[in-house]
């Protein structure tokens, strides 16, 4: 199956790498195109076999064809791939603000759009997935299997993208830096060395993790699990609800806020209002 990226920057490049690795894709099957072209070069430099070529090429001859642009970007990408995209194709785009609707609308092919995070370069973390109106079911199975190599799907309703994408992809950035923080203040408060800081709580994040998806702990069972009414982790927690607060809630009403600006945005630029 020929598989076509059109977009190779740090999401598009980590899917193609991710895919590779996971041995879901070979080299010598994918076309990638890209605006700045030594960001596909890379791509190709790194596995042997991969092509390089041009946003219509790749559109023309991809089976499966993987937008992987900035929604500024969309309109000029649509225009140029249009005329060589044919009804047994799919496209997978990775753009929240670009509705499945408006990719039907304005290409004759099947649509889907996925939400990765940079946690499937790890073959982890969730994968958001939302299916369009035109997939057959041998398409969504085809799907579903390409997909589940790189991280655990998670089907989801496309009204709920943003309060999904909040926590599956925008997350690795806010609980790296809590992590940050956490080392920080060990670093301050003891000495410890910040490397070890960050490796001890790093570890503890992936086995905190492990034990809520795997042992069947709820986040209420684990607080209790470690928390000992009186005892040092219970104190901690009063003082960290404390400060913490709202934080959360306000990052995001701030997500929310940006994501129909975008939202209003991308419709403006693909469906223009008439003068």
């Not at 992809?169 to 301050?188: E, K, N, Q, R, W």
């Not at 809520?212 to 927690?237: K, Y």
């Not at 913490?244 to 994501?259: E, I, M, P, Q």
């Amino acid at each position: 199956m020929k598989v076509g990226f059109i977009g190779a920057g740090s999401m598009g490049s980590l899917l193609v790498e991710a895919f590779i690795r996971a041995g879901a894709m070979r080299p010598g099957d994918i076309a990638v195109s890209s605006r700045t072209h030594a960001r596909a070069e890379a791509l190709a430099n790194r596995f042997s076999g991969l092509c390089v070529t041009s946003n219509a090429e790749v559109a023309k001859q991809a089976h499966l064809l993987f937008l992987c642009v900035k929604p500024v970007d969309y309109r000029d990408v649509l225009h140029e791939i249009a005329p060589g995209v044919r009804p047994e194709q799919i496209v997978v785009s990775i753009t929240s603000p670009v509705k499945l609707a408006q990719l039907e609308k304005l290409l004759p092919c099947k649509a889907v759009k996925i939400i990765p995070s940079i946690a499937n370069a790890a073959h982890a973390g969730a994968l958001l997935l939302m299916w369009g109106t035109r997939l057959e079911n041998g398409d969504r199975e085809l799907l579903t299997a390409l997909f589940s190599k790189i991280g655990r799907i998670a089907e989801i309703s496309e009204d709920d993208v943003r309060a999904a994408s909040d926590i599956s992809s925008c997350g690795p950035a806010f609980f790296a830096y809590l992590i940050d923080a956490f080392a920080d203040a060990a670093v301050t408060q003891s000495g410890l060395e910040r490397q070890t800081a960050i490796a001890l709580a790093s570890e503890m994040l992936l086995g905190t993790a492990r034990l809520l998806i795997e042992h069947g702990f709820s986040t209420a069972e684990l607080q209790s699990r470690v928390s000992v009414p009186g005892g040092i982790t219970a104190a901690a927690l009063e003082t960290l609800q404390a400060h913490l607060g709202d934080a959360f809630k306000a990052v995001l009403r701030v997500t929310h806020a940006k994501f129909a600006e975008d939202l209003e945005k991308v419709e403006r630029m693909l469906f223009p209002p008439s003068p």
